[in-house]
């Protein structure tokens, strides 16, 4: 399981969410909505002041994107991929089969 982040999604997390270096943003599962891999949850990100008990994470540019154990479930088998979406100026998601 590994975060890839585009440099546009790192651009639009600067510039959008009240963040900055030694920052840290955690990725999790929602109830809710759906997204390619799981019926009735989402995913959603959160602002977090420190790193707790990772699975995996990223350090781009000074900031930490990472997973937390509770939330590996939703990964499991992918890989996620951060991207930014032009038409709706927001990140968007995409999950990569693990190889």
Known sequence: MEIKISDD????FKE??????????KFQ????GESEIHQ????????DGKMEDPVTSVDKDG?????????????????LLVNYDEELEEVS???EKEE
């Open 40 to 47: 009735g949850f989402s995913l959603a990100f959160e602002v």
């Open 93 to 95: 998601y995409k999950y």
């Open 63 to 79: 900031i930490t994107f990472f997973i937390d154990a509770n939330d590996a479930w939703y990964f499991d088998g992918y890989n």
């Open 16 to 25: 959008e969410v009240d963040i900055g270096e030694d920052n840290y943003i």
């Open 9 to 12: 999604a790192l651009k639009w």
């Open 29 to 32: 599962a929602k109830y809710g």
